[in-house]
């Protein structure tokens, strides 16, 4: 289960890595239809996973900063998109796919209503190099606690 997102929201924002309309190959999954999956390394060594949101020609979206596993009946947190992707065995390869019809990443709605009350918000994190506004927007989102599901 995904617990926290941070959302990016195109040219205008300057911690996007479209900010400015920047179209490279790198970034051209977020210019895809909603649900193609962005995956970038970072500082040589860690895959993030990031989902396109807006739809085509719009580069927003959402990167993956921790999920919830449930091996086995005991609920385990991954927390950092580094080790998302580390545990998930994601890399290069899933870059440009379809996660709605993907074969080699499975998404699923399995019901559960998480309560508006264990929803919080804060800003992004490791985005001061896009000065105090845009490092200060509150786009970060994460489950603080997690009632049976």
């Not at 019809?101 to 001061?128: F, I, N, T, Y």
Request: net charge neutral; hydrophobic share 35%; aromatic share 10%.
């Amino acid at each position: 289960m995904i617990t926290e997102v941070e959302a990016y929201k195109g040219p205008q924002d300057k911690a996007c890595h479209a900010y400015g309309g920047r179209r490279t190959p790198r970034v051209e999954p977020l210019y895809g239809e909603g649900g193609t999956v962005y995956v970038y390394l970072v500082y040589g060594m860690h895959w993030l996973l990031n989902f396109s949101t807006a739809g085509e020609g719009r580069p927003e979206g959402v990167l993956v900063r921790a999920i919830l596993t449930d091996p086995d009946g005991a609920r385990d947190p991954v927390v950092g998109p580094g080790n998302v992707s580390r545990y998930l065995r994601i890399d290069k390869r899933l870059d440009g796919a379809d996660a709605t019809d993907s074969k080699q990443m499975w998404l699923e709605d399995r019901g559960v209503r998480v309560p508006a009350r264990c929803v919080r918000r804060g800003p992004r994190v490791g985005v001061e190099f896009a000065g105090p506004y845009w490092a200060a927007r509150p786009w970060r989102f994460w489950i603080e606690q997690q009632e049976d599901a």
